[in-house]
């Protein structure tokens, strides 16, 4: 995948993850290796919403991969995840 | 409630019905100053002066008989945190401490007997009469090394039996084995020998279940570890029930606290955590003195049982029982949780409290999420997600729906009818099932109000208000567990789902109605 697709979706899901994170209330930063759901800043009922996004946006069926949360762990396993996807 | 069924809002996170983050793991971010609120338990993981300190020897000491002192004063009310100290010294063999955990696992697992419900095993024995062919040292040993031979193989060799289509699915194989292995265990094909033998097995296995199934989906990662580290955590020092409190090593190393700075944060926060088990502890045996000796209130168990024997209390008996049951049950999940989480992270992993602020929840979902938070795990990992990923993906409601169903209601009740197996042997396989009668509408009502609370929260307005956006939906919550707690106690299999609801008609005062 190219670089520019790369850095897109990085940065939809970077936006995404902001919104959801300020609705919890939590304000700090967030690079793109901050662990998310391991350092506790979303709860694994979270996912349901990110799965659910990515499944809409990037046309990913997650019953294909062998899923665990660990693969939305961060910004950058989000995007390896939709940039991995067969085409 | 039951042990093993069941997470500070602003108006727009309560809007999306999401647990709120749980910051009690994070690290101090640099430069950070503690907050100057006044705390009953100071905050001294987010001092950075006491972080360092924690880092060198001294502080290394400190903490130790920090974790002794706490030990003392939680055995002074009958909790045993004793292996408080010997989870500090874990966290500092380094690059050793893998090993050392799981030494100390199987210590403790050899002094508690393996967890194998020996008895069990001895009473099918003697029903079958053929006690005195069967030496139950030799089965109970012979056992052993099969179940522990058994698990090796399948970790090691995991990663190649799972390509294989049939193997995809490790927890729903795991269950649909040892429920087979139980209806086998009672057909009369088995009788004799045959029944003691797949019974010892059943007994050896069901202690371990839940974290092979943990295990088996972390041995299918990528990333592959020996399967004695695996091994190591099943049933981890720190303590553990049926549900595994850090799920497996795969889960577990992601909140391994790997510098000296995390390791200090950790301990620290695991030293806070046992003062707070230990302040909750004092409350749960105040409340109790209070409530049941000074003011002779009875237990809810009992309520229910004189109402049965047709010398009921007064109602308002009945209620403040059940209302001082809900309180002693969350206070002792919380000491209970407590005290295992506080050990993990003197341990050196950070994990999520496993009971954190529950009074909080303002929907029957976050309650659910917030009570006990690694059975919750447990059921989305492993009935949730394998539903939420497959079934009803184009139908987004229905899917939640659906989903959350297959866990607090499937899930939940498959859960504990595993761990309650005994009862099949006791009493035979149909009064077994039929006498998880009131557990299964239990189960049913738990999954349909914490489905539709799921669904709810992503349509809802957000309320204002102090009244209607906090006190009233907490009190719903509240009330809703109390009520349902009718048909979950007391724990058997003797009184059916029909008793059970005219004690609640009773309590709702429309008894006489029928």
């Keep these: 995948m190219d670089m520019t697709v790369d850095t897109k979706i990085r940065s939809q899901m970077r936006n995404y993850v902001i919104q959801r994170l300020r609705m919890k209330g939590d304000g700090a930063p967030l690079g793109d290796d901050d662990l998310l759901f391991t350092s506790g800043r979303l709860d694994s009922l979270d996912a349901i919403e990110i799965i659910m996004t990515i499944e809409t946006d990037y046309g990913m069926n997650f019953s294909e991969i062998d899923f665990d949360l660990t693969r939305l762990d961060s910004i950058t396993a989000i995007a390896d995840l939709i940039d991995r996807q067969p085409s | ?514």
């Design chain 2, 1 to 514: 409630m039951s042990v093993d069924s069941h997470v500070v809002e602003s108006g727009r996170t309560r809007a999306y019905g999401l647990p709120a983050s749980r910051p009690d793991i994070s690290l101090p971010s640099p430069g950070s100053k503690p907050k100057s609120a006044w705390r009953l338990i100071p905050a001294i993981d987010q001092h950075p002066g006491c972080v360092a300190y924690v880092q060198r020897l001294p502080g290394r000491l400190l903490v130790f008989w920090a974790a002794i002192v706490l030990a003392a004063l939680l055995n002074w009310l009958g909790i045993n945190f004793f292996i408080a100290p010997l989870a500090v010294a874990c966290a500092y063999m380094e690059q050793h401490r893998r090993i050392v955990m799981s030494l100390a696992t199987w210590l403790l697992l050899y002094q508690s007997g393996f967890l194998v419900d020996v008895g069990l095993v001895e009473r099918v024995a003697a029903q079958e009469g053929v006690a005195n062919q069967i030496s139950q040292g030799l089965l109970y040993t012979g056992m052993l090394a099969l179940v522990f031979s058994l698990f090796s193989c399948l970790l090691i060799f995991w990663h190649r039996i799972v390509a294989i289509p049939a193997f995809r699915r490790p927890t729903l194989g795991l269950i649909v084995l040892f429920l087979g292995l139980v209806l086998v265990a009672e057909s009369p094909v088995a009788a004799g020998v045959p029944r003691v033998l797949l019974w010892s097995f059943l007994m050896t296995l069901l202690p371990y279940l839940w974290f092979l199934a943990y295990a088996l989906a972390g041995a299918g990662n990528r990333e592959r570890l020996p399967f004695w580290q695996h091994l190591g955590v099943f049933h981890p020092f720190w303590g553990s029930t049926l549900t595994p409190f850090g799920k497996g090593i795969a889960y577990l190393q992601k909140f391994d606290a790997k510098t000296p700075e995390e390791l200090a944060v950790t301990q620290l926060k695991g030293l806070k955590l046992a003062a707070w088990t230990f302040l909750l502890a004092s409350s749960l045996s105040g409340f109790n003195s209070l409530i049941h000796r000074y003011l002779g209130l009875p237990s809810f168990d009992d309520t229910f049982l004189h109402y049965l024997a047709g010398t009921a209390y007064p109602h308002y008996i009945c209620w403040a029982s059940l209302l001082a049951n809900f309180v002693e049950d969350v206070l002792y999940m919380s000491v209970f949780g407590g005290t295992i989480i506080a050990a993990a992270r003197l341990a050196g992993f950070r994990l999520l409290r496993n009971t954190w602020r529950p009074l909080e929840a303002t929907t029957l979902a976050e309650f659910w999420n917030r009570y006990y938070f690694y059975y919750k795990e447990l059921l989305v990992d492993h009935f949730f997600y394998p539903a939420f990923l497959r079934y009803f993906r184009n139908h987004r409601r229905l899917r939640i729906f659906f989903a959350t169903f297959s866990a607090a209601c499937v899930g939940n009740l498959i859960f504990h009818f595993i761990r309650d197996i005994h009862f099949v042997a006791d009493m035979g396989l149909w009064n077994a099932v039929v006498g998880a009668q009131s557990h299964a509408f239990y189960t049913f009502v738990l999954a349909i109000g914490v489905a539709l609370s799921q669904m709810r929260v992503g349509t809802r307005k957000v309320s204002k208000g102090w009244l209607r956006g906090r006190l009233l939906p907490c009190l719903w919550v509240v009330g809703f567990f109390c009520v349902l707690h009718v048909f979950d106690a007391p724990l058997d299999r003797e009184h059916s789902i029909w008793q059970r609801g005219q004690f609640l008609l009773y309590l709702l005062g429309t008894d006489t109605w029928i």
